[in-house]
């Protein structure tokens, strides 16, 4: 200490020192309290995004079933994986989706696992893993949703016919159903079937809807057939083990495995009325639309309804028949 | 003179200096640091005391309601089930359709979780030192409360907890069989409903479709399918949105495909009772799918909703309201204390 030195100046700098630890402290303490509340906020926002993406994701992958069976449609190629390039096609929409969010800070992936049938063959099921992440926090979240093909503000096309008759002649659209011109006998023709002629100007349904006749014995609840016609007039789908499941029809199968659907393929009204023991290809598309072996089995004719002018009929065997509550033969 | 010499030693300054404005200063600074710091300190002790026992009832409480209104409980079907020994209450309602994803509380779930409420809550949800009361109050002033648990007795506590969740709830159990959207198909090319058994039968018979674009009269038709049961248990009616039908060629009618008629029905500016129509056409079969054919003029500034829904048997013609077929918005309260 020299003359001219200061006792208290150690002692002023050893006092500040706990007044800048204070300060630091009471800083730290209001930041934390900030950063609860920020992290609050975050955890909700983050909840909020994964629900909009879980609910986008049902409006987005119907529309990719709806799109890719306009494609099938219009090009007459079947998907050679539908499952698969359904899947695709559907992650490339979730990505394109979710590339929103990083503006706001947020990292949302979308990974579509798998696209397969649903216990109902009127639905197509995925799976998928959302992950959300904001800051620090993430959120993980594994679904599995039923997209339906019938409910929608839009309907979804049957892909089948279209695989199936194209090369052969020309289709077209009349109303609500495909009118097949003589594409459907020329294809019948093609594959050797005894009386393809009676599927010429056939006509079959063209969107995918599901039949309120259930159980299905209804349709021939009354001695003329009047439930049997509105069916065919509306052009309603039917639950069955041997029709096609929606994702086997975009790869062209008429037939498979799972739990599938199958509605009729009405013959052209005709002006007389030929003998009723004449047999035809039974009017299911599952029967006609088999082209692996014997699959295509002949029908009774079954008349469901005269107009005073024309004859409407349809072709079917004994085992659909009691399946519809039809006359047996 | 020689002690005073050594005392003006001590009082003469000879360049050091031992208390000077620079402590006084300091010690300012020392005693202000002092007491913020026990201030803080013993603000923040109180404070975290009381948050503590605050906080964990506060937070009981908060956990409690937002489990009850936010999950289904587990396992999800838990009301149907007859042992209740596994079982963790929640009240979501899990047939309700995805799109909605706001909380629709199932009543069959309320109704459970009010015949065994000690059982499933005590212990489960909420500890036993707590006493607690749930009601969930209707937004409609109209309808009554449900009151899941309420003690009559006095609070006589220092501090209630309230929870208070805005939910939605089926109150009525309805299910509507066939509902005609006639005002959100204006701008659609949808046509609304199916072909119904009437075309081609007769030329001027035929029920084409209505199209409120063009502003065509025509039909909207709807199939619906009844059983035994069905009929049973519920009043059906059909009710218009709005009540009051301005439409002069609007008109109804309900028949089968094996029994068509042409007699039709006017709307009559309230719910219509339709059970005996129905039962006469179903004609005591197990299963009948039936057609409701509804007609109007087209005019889109006359436009209207069509409902055929179905009411617990006995529900007073009072409550026969269209807002009832939808999911009320409620209040769910619940008020824990010690």
Redesign the interface.
């Known amino acids: 200490?020299d003359?001219?030195?200061?006792?208290?100046?150690i002692?002023?700098f050893l006092?500040?020192l706990?007044?800048f630890i204070?300060l630091i402290v009471m800083v730290d303490v209001v930041g934390q309290e900030n950063e609860i509340q920020q992290s609050t906020l975050n955890s909700h926002e983050i909840l909020v995004v994964s629900?909009d993406v879980?609910?986008n994701s049902?409006i987005i992958g119907r529309e990719v079933l709806r799109d890719e069976s306009l494609k099938v449609i219009n090009s007459g190629h079947p998907l050679s994986n539908s499952r698969k390039e359904i899947k695709d096609e559907f992650q490339q929409r979730m990505d394109l989706f979710c590339s929103r969010y990083p503006a706001n800070g947020m990292e949302v992936k979308c990974e579509i696992l798998r696209v397969d049938n649903s216990y109902d063959p009127f639905s197509v099921e995925f799976k998928s893993k959302i992950t959300v992440e904001k800051g620090a926090l993430k959120h993980k979240l594994n679904m599995s949703?039923n997209i339906s093909l019938t409910n929608g503000?839009?309907p979804i096309y049957d892909p089948l016919p279209s695989v199936k008759c194209k090369t052969h002649g020309n289709m077209t659209i009349g109303g609500d159903r495909i009118v097949y011109g003589s594409s459907l006998a020329k294809y019948l023709e093609s594959r050797g079937v005894k009386n393809f002629k009676a599927y010429e100007n056939a006509t079959s349904p063209l969107s995918i809807?599901k039949c309120?006749?259930?159980?299905y014995i209804?349709h021939g609840?009354?001695k003329d057939l009047?439930?049997l016609?509105?069916c065919i007039?509306?052009g309603f789908y039917h639950e069955s083990s041997d029709g096609s499941c929606f994702l086997c029809r975009l790869e062209g199968k008429g037939v498979c495995s799972h739990y599938g659907m199958e509605t009729f393929i009405i013959p052209a009204p005709s002006l007389s009325l030929s003998n009723n023991s004449s047999k035809a290809p039974s009017s299911s598309d599952h029967v006609i639309f088999n082209d692996t072996g014997d699959g295509t089995y002949s029908g009774q004719e079954i008349l469901y309804?005269f107009?005073g002018k024309e004859y409407f009929k349809l072709y079917l065997d004994n085992s659909h028949r009691s399946k519809y509550g039809l006359p047996v033969c | 003179m020689g002690i005073n010499l050594i005392w003006g030693k001590w009082l003469v300054d000879r360049g050091g200096m031992v208390f000077s404005v620079d402590l006084m200063l300091a010690l300012i600074i020392i005693t202000v640091v002092l007491g913020v710091s026990a201030d803080a300190m013993d603000m923040i002790g109180s404070k975290m005391d009381d948050s503590s026992h605050e906080a964990s009832l506060e937070r009981i409480a908060r956990a409690s309601a937002d489990m009850l209104t936010k999950t289904p409980g587990s396992p999800e079907d838990w009301d149907g089930a007859g042992d209740l020994s596994g079982v963790t209450p929640g009240l979501l309602d899990t047939d309700a359709p995805l799109k909605s994803k706001s909380n629709i509380l199932s009543m069959s779930k309320i109704n459970c979780l009010k015949e065994n409420y000690d059982e499933l809550m005590v212990d489960r949800v909420i500890p036993r030192y707590c006493k607690s009361t749930m009601v969930i109050y209707p937004e409609d002033s109209s309808l009554e409360p449900i009151t899941v648990k309420d003690i009559p007795e006095n609070y006589n506590s220092s501090g209630i907890i309230v929870e208070n969740r805005t939910v939605l709830c089926n109150y009525h159990n309805t299910s509507i069989l066939v509902f005609i959207n006639a005002r959100d198909s204006l701008w659609e090319q949808k046509q609304l409903g199916e072909k119904c058994p009437h075309s081609g039968v007769e030329e001027d018979k035929e029920h084409s479709g209505v199209d409120y674009k063009n502003q065509r009269s025509g039909w909207a038709c709807y199939t619906f399918k009844v059983t035994p049961v069905l009929l049973n248990s519920t009043d059906l009616y059909i009710m218009t949105d709005p009540v009051c039908v301005g439409d002069s060629t609007a008109f109804w009618i309900i028949d089968r495909p094996e029994n068509m008629t042409e007699e039709h029905h006017t709307f009559q500016n309230k719910p219509i009772l339709v059970n005996n129509l129905v039962e006469e056409i179903a004609a005591n079969e197990t299963i009948a799918i039936l057609w409701f054919h509804v007609h109007s003029s087209g005019n889109q500034n006359k436009s209207f909703n069509t409902y055929l829904a179905g009411f617990p048997k006995g529900t007073d013609p009072e409550n026969i309201k269209f807002q009832y077929l939808n999911p009320q918005p409620c209040y769910f309260i619940l008020k824990i204390w010690t």
């Open positions: 200490m003359n001219k030195g200061y006792v208290m100046s002692f002023s006092l500040i706990p007044v204070l629900q879980e609910v049902l949703h503000s839009y809807k309120p006749y259930d159980p209804l609840n009354s009047v439930n016609k509105n007039e509306n309804f107009d």
